[in-house]
């Protein structure tokens, strides 16, 4: 009987042991089916998206390169970046409204190019631009999500050509890491490179919220950024009335500069160095004069100041409109910071003056004289 009760007993105990190392195994181990599931339900809402926004996701191409866009109405308007849109690097400067294109081509997801005219840009330096494709009625368009509808943390999704117009329609995944509270800037991690400016960030609805215009980082370091969709409803609006630029106000035309002219007779001038748009590279403040000179004319200029330390550069303006250094000043003595550039004359022509300060963002008065050596 007692080894009959050790036989059960051990049987018991192995029993027990079987069904406690099953239990644990089925805890520790992760349930394979609902990962496919849930795998497959995230692949099919990407998917959802892609097939519902690729057909309004378009390529916007220019002389100068290409961008991305999309479809926002049935009859043809197309939202992009205005910086997709923009003239020769040279003309950047010194632009006016017929340097940039009037009429760009759109490509469509399935091939189809059409003409679109560009009917305006963002004011007070917005990053989008509205084209319009003629005589159409039932364009697929892209919803915009409601203001206030995106959150850190969300899943989102970047469409539209990087790089090469032979990727369109590229399509990149990630999640919203930041949004700005001054302009609602959305910051994400989803891939985008050049090219992609001016596509959509999508929610997981496949709405826009918001118009991706930049990346930090020429290999993508994830951070990007969106203009917002409330910024998007607004322009749109203001398109609508007309109420639009004719020019892309992102770009900021220099402002040539405007010299005083003198003359070469001693004449005392009292100037004021203070903040302006003329600013050297090394962020000092300038004031501009020009004199006419003559071959082989011996010359004085001294700039003396009580509130700074004077700086003066001389150059010759050239044939072909260029700036060429004749002379820099030098302290005038030791102790006296003030500055002097004495020098010949190597041409005839006009002469250009830089009075300015050696620290940058000194400001106040000075004296300048600019004489010839008899």
């Given at each position: 009987?007692?080894?009959?009760?050790?036989?059960?007993?051990?049987?018991?105990?192995?029993?027990?042991?079987?069904?406690?190392?099953?239990?644990?195994?089925?805890?520790?181990?992760?349930?394979?089916?609902?990962?496919?599931?849930?795998?497959?339900a995230e692949e099919g809402i990407s998917?959802?998206?892609?097939?519902?926004?690729?057909?309004?996701?378009?390529?916007?191409?220019?002389?100068?390169?290409?961008?991305?866009?999309?479809?926002?109405?049935?009859?043809?308007?197309?939202?992009?970046?205005?910086?997709?849109?923009?003239?020769?690097?040279?003309?950047?400067?010194?632009?006016?409204?017929?340097?940039?294109?009037?009429?760009?081509?759109?490509?469509?997801?399935?091939?189809?190019?059409?003409?679109?005219?560009?009917?305006?840009?963002?004011?007070?330096?917005?990053?989008?631009?509205i084209l319009k494709i003629h005589n159409?009625?039932?364009?697929?368009?892209?919803?915009?999500?409601?203001?206030?509808?995106?959150?850190?943390?969300?899943?989102?999704?970047?469409?539209?050509?990087?790089?090469?117009?032979?990727?369109?329609?590229?399509?990149?995944?990630?999640?919203?890491?930041?949004?700005?509270?001054?302009?609602?800037?959305?910051?994400?991690?989803?891939?985008?490179?050049?090219?992609?400016?001016?596509?959509?960030?999508?929610?997981?609805?496949?709405?826009?919220?918001?118009?991706?215009?930049?990346?930090?980082?020429?290999?993508?370091?994830?951070?990007?950024?969106?203009?917002?969709?409330?910024?998007?409803?607004?322009?749109?609006?203001?398109?609508?009335?007309?109420?639009?630029?004719?020019?892309?106000?992102?770009?900021?035309?220099?402002?040539?500069?405007?010299?005083?002219?003198?003359?070469?007779?001693?004449?005392?001038?009292?100037?004021?160095?203070?903040?302006?748009?003329?600013?050297?590279?090394?962020?000092?403040?300038?004031?501009?004069?020009?004199?006419?000179?003559?071959?082989?004319?011996?010359?004085?200029?001294?700039?003396?100041?009580?509130?700074?330390?004077?700086?003066?550069?001389?150059?010759?303006?050239?044939?072909?409109?260029?700036?060429?250094?004749?002379?820099?000043?030098?302290?005038?003595?030791?102790?006296?910071?003030?500055?002097?550039?004495?020098?010949?004359?190597?041409?005839?022509?006009?002469?250009?003056?830089?009075?300015?300060?050696?620290?940058?963002?000194?400001?106040?008065?000075?004296?300048?004289?600019?004489?010839?050596?008899?």
């Open positions: 009987m007692k080894n009959r009760l050790l036989q059960f007993g051990t049987l018991a105990i192995c029993t027990t042991l079987t069904v406690i190392s099953s239990t644990s195994i089925e805890q520790i181990l992760p349930n394979n089916d609902n990962t496919a599931v849930a795998q497959t998917r959802q998206v892609y097939q519902k926004a690729s057909p309004a996701t378009v390529t916007v191409q220019t002389k100068r390169g290409h961008g991305s866009g999309f479809v926002v109405s049935q009859d043809g308007l197309i939202i992009t970046n205005a910086h997709v849109i923009k003239p020769s690097p040279s003309q950047q400067e010194n632009y006016n409204p017929h340097d940039f294109p009037s009429v760009v081509t759109v490509v469509f997801a399935d091939g189809r190019k059409v003409a679109a005219d560009v009917l305006g840009f963002g004011r007070d330096g917005l990053d989008l631009a159409q009625k039932n364009l697929t368009t892209l919803p915009l999500a409601k203001v206030g509808a995106a959150s850190v943390g969300d899943r989102i999704f970047a469409l539209g050509t990087p790089l090469h117009t032979d990727f369109k329609n590229s399509f990149t995944q990630g999640n919203i890491t930041r949004i700005n509270s001054a302009d609602g800037e959305i910051e994400h991690d989803a891939r985008i490179m050049g090219g992609n400016s001016g596509g959509p960030l999508l929610n997981t609805q496949g709405q826009v919220v918001g118009v991706n215009r930049a990346g930090i980082g020429e290999l993508n370091t994830g951070m990007n950024f969106a203009i917002s969709v409330s910024q998007v409803h607004s322009f749109i609006a203001a398109a609508r009335r007309k109420d639009v630029s004719s020019i892309p106000t992102i770009f900021k035309p220099k402002e040539k500069p405007n010299p005083t002219t003198i003359s070469l007779n001693g004449r005392v001038i009292n100037g004021n160095l203070g903040k302006n748009r003329l600013i050297r590279d090394n962020g000092s403040f300038v004031n501009l004069y020009q004199f006419q000179g003559r071959t082989g004319q011996q010359v004085v200029i001294e700039m003396n100041s009580q509130m700074f330390n004077p700086v003066l550069i001389l150059y010759q303006i050239t044939s072909d409109g260029k700036h060429k250094e004749v002379a820099q000043g030098i302290d005038k003595g030791p102790g006296d910071l003030n500055s002097q550039i004495v020098t010949t004359l190597p041409e005839d022509g006009v002469y250009l003056i830089f009075a300015s300060s050696l620290d940058p963002g000194e400001t106040g008065n000075y004296i300048l004289q600019a004489n010839t050596k008899p």
